[in-house]
Nanobody, 123 residues
Framework: VQLQASGGGLVQAGGSLRLSCAASGRTFSTYTMGWFRQAPGKEREFVAAILWSGGSTYYADSVKGRFTISRDNAKNTVYLQMNSLKPEDTAVYYC?????????????????WGQGTLVTVSS
């Protein structure tokens, strides 16, 4: 599976962005998909995840109520809608795929990673 993240950019605090992650491979629809982020000098942290069916989603407390993860298995794409952005959301955002099919908040449990897309939120 190859993942290609896009949609990052510069936005003012309170604004919105939508990230996309396009996946190659026929088995995309069976994978759990996640978004992680890494700010300068910090460890990579969990943001959101969605099960293969799209019926269950999970969020970090810091983004709950502001971010929404979704997926379109027909398009092999997962999205992260980010609203009410804050300066502390500034980071490189990565999409990742977990072949096991469960939910994990740990980067080490994900098998495939995209290249990352930079989100910068100005105050």
């Amino acid at each position: 599976v190859q993942l290609q993240a896009s949609g990052g950019g510069l936005v003012q605090a309170g604004g919105s962005l939508r990230l996309s992650c396009a996946a190659s491979g026929r088995t995309f629809s069976t994978y759990t998909m996640g978004w992680f982020r890494q700010a300068p000098g910090k460890e990579r942290e969990f943001v959101a995840a969605i099960l293969w069916s799209g019926g269950s989603t999970y969020y970090a407390d810091s983004v709950k109520g502001r971010f929404t993860i979704s997926r379109d298995n027909a398009k092999n794409t997962v999205y992260l809608q980010m609203n009410s952005l804050k300066p502390e959301d500034t980071a490189v955002y990565y999409c990742a795929a977990e072949s096991y099919g469960g939910i994990s908040y740990y980067p080490s449990d994900y098998d495939y990673w995209g290249q990352g897309t930079l989100v910068t939120v100005s105050s």
